[in-house]
């Protein structure tokens, strides 16, 4: 089992729809997830940042962690055609300057 | 304008050559780290550097040699030793020890020819 999967894609949907991107793992000492959104042939940009379990809101971005389940998920609302991009999801354990696991991403396209 | 350079941005090479990517920084980011992307793959650690002159390998060291001669600097020399060489390369920084979250150049994309 690799220690960082996520639904591999693609993954179309229309204009306003709500997305949910999902990562499961299965290291139990991960406690950072990041979730970063790469464009095509662009470097990834960090998209949200989150410690342990709970939930985190950024305009219409929300990460949610569940430790219990060791699965974390991102939250897009009233998606645009401007978020059609690839979305990697990130993780590390305690410990500062630890080294990202990444999962291999998921590509998103918004239909206008 | 503190960002991360990468240069150049695309880079073509003969198989036999070695070829060395550039990655600059001025953000004064402590730890440095360079990274494979392969299409549908997630990135790959080379090698990263927490500190000057120190730097440890990645997950997928074997053809790759890198330098940390200065805190700014971090080049990646893609050896002819790499089997296969072709690929997204991404340069990232962190900013200290305190740190978890990454912030990435643009790429370098190599093709062997």
């Known amino acids: 089992q690799k220690e960082v999967e996520q639904d591999p894609g693609p993954l179309s949907v229309p204009e306003g729809a709500i997305v949910s991107l999902n990562c499961t793992y299965s290291?139990?000492?991960?406690?950072?997830f990041m979730w970063y959104r790469q464009y095509s042939r662009k470097g990834p940009e960090l998209l949200m940042y989150?410690?342990?379990?709970g939930n985190k809101e950024d305009g219409r971005f929300t990460a949610q962690v569940d430790k219990s389940s060791k699965y974390i998920s991102l939250f897009i609302r009233d998606s645009q055609p401007s978020d059609s991009a690839t979305y990697l999801c990130?993780?590390?354990?305690?410990?500062?300057?630890?080294?990202?696991?990444f999962g291999k991403g998921i590509t998103l396209s918004v239909r206008p | 304008d503190g960002g991360i350079t990468q240069s150049p941005k695309y880079l073509f090479r003969k198989e036999g050559q070695n070829v060395t990517l550039s990655c600059e920084q001025n953000l004064n980011h402590d730890a440095m780290y360079w990274y494979r992307q392969d299409p549908g793959q997630g990135l790959r650690l080379i090698y990263y550097s927490q500190i000057v002159n120190d730097f440890q390998k990645g997950d997928i060291a074997e053809g790759y040699s890198v330098s940390r001669e200065k805190k700014e600097s971090f080049p990646l020399t893609v050896t002819s030793a790499q089997k296969n060489p072709t690929a997204f390369y991404l340069c990232a920084s962190l900013p200290g020890v305190s740190y978890n979250e990454q912030f990435f150049g643009p790429g370098t994309r190599l093709t062997v020819l």
């Open positions: 990130a993780m590390s354990p305690t410990g500062a300057n630890s080294k990202l696991t």
């Open positions: 989150t410690y342990s379990s």
């Open positions: 290291n139990s000492a991960f406690q950072y």
